[in-house]
């Protein structure tokens, strides 16, 4: 692989995957591409700043010069860059559009140009839409329901059209619902915790009968990686084998957890398009050798103990969560990556 690009490595799972291929002996360099929006944080890739392998660049993914510049010295690119969060997608689907689907575009471009040897585009099981039973393939039609999940399964269609039609050796997986250490306190698991972590409240959709596949980001890292060095351009890979919960079963663990009773949960409203049910088939994937090691219970304790040992870094967040943004010291590393 030699030089790998990853857009949005500073994001949750982004910089996990930063971490675990730069300790792979055949990657030379892994340049960070971010925006450093709210949900992107330089504190994530932490100890991955000792790496010499590693260069940090601070720009937008739509920015198609710093692209060409990026692109042309690398043999690999892994886009985690995107908009993530449903709920801020109802809001601003403009936004969603612009970033995960021209973004894609404009990076797609680039690759194009300059003769990447593989591109994976990282994704969501949310672009399959509700399955009250059964399981999706990567064959089945994609039935988004809300701006989040239709500006990501538009994304892959770019992608994969770059492919068909370019011959850019484009890869897409999707994962199930990921969680861990350095998630934005926007998402159900690190916003309950910390909720309950100061002794507030936490509110649960409806009955909380919403079912989700919990999937370790180390797992769903490893699996990215795996399509990374084996998949076949032109094809799409499901990353699963989490854990389904309900939504009342995933918050029974968190209050476990967290030393919280039933008293600390309020019911509310069902959200607008809340799909009941995501499920995946991921024996594709495992047709690579995936299998995912992480258990839940081990998992969900990791990450919980995580934020408490850690209020330092998701506090602030709770307060201004649209203004995070590089420090000072930042500035040479991004003039540096545009100079190069």
Not at 7 to 13: D, P
Request: net charge negative; charged share 20%; with cysteine.
């Amino acid at each position: 692989m030699d030089k790998v690009l990853v857009t949005g490595g500073a994001g949750f799972i982004g910089s996990h995957f930063v971490k675990r291929i730069l300790q792979a002996d055949d990657v030379a360099q892994v340049t960070v591409l971010d925006a450093l929006t709210y949900a992107g944080h330089i504190e994530n890739l932490g100890e991955a700043f000792l790496s010499p392998k590693l260069t940090f660049a601070h720009g937008d993914i739509l920015d198609a010069d710093l692209l060409d510049t990026l692109v042309r010295r690398h043999t690999a690119i892994v886009h985690f860059a995107a908009e993530s969060h449903v709920d801020r997608s109802f809001l601003a689907a403009g936004t969603f559009l612009s970033t995960n689907v021209l973004g894609t575009q404009t990076l797609a471009d680039a690759a194009m140009r300059h003769g990447v040897s593989k591109f994976v585009h990282v994704s969501t099981d949310e672009v399959y839409g509700p399955l009250p039973q059964g399981s999706a393939t990567e064959a089945d039609p994609l039935r988004p329901t809300v701006p989040y999940a239709a500006s990501k399964a538009a994304s892959d269609l770019v992608a994969l059209s770059y492919f068909h039609t370019y011959g850019v050796p484009v890869c897409v997986t999707r994962s199930s619902n990921n969680y861990g250490p350095y998630q934005h306190p926007e998402k159900i698991i690190p916003l309950f915790a910390t909720r309950l972590l100061r002794g507030q409240q936490v509110t649960l959709h409806g009955q909380g009968q919403h079912v989700r596949n919990w999937l370790h980001v180390e797992d769903n890292c490893a699996g990215v990686e795996l399509v990374l060095r084996g998949g076949v351009p032109g094809e799409v890979y499901n990353i699963g084998g989490g854990t389904d919960l309900t939504n009342k079963e995933l918050t029974d663990h968190l209050l476990r957890l967290c030393g919280a009773g039933w008293d600390s949960v309020v019911y509310v409203s069902d959200r607008r398009s809340n799909d009941i049910r995501y499920s995946m088939s991921w024996d594709k994937l495992a047709g690579l050798g995936y299998r995912p090691e992480r258990d839940l219970e081990d998992g969900l304790a990791e990450t919980i103990d995580w934020y408490r040992r850690n209020t330092d870094r998701w506090a602030p967040l709770m307060r201004t969560p649209h203004t995070a943004r590089a420090t000072v010291a930042l500035a040479p590393a991004a003039e540096e990556a545009r100079a190069h």
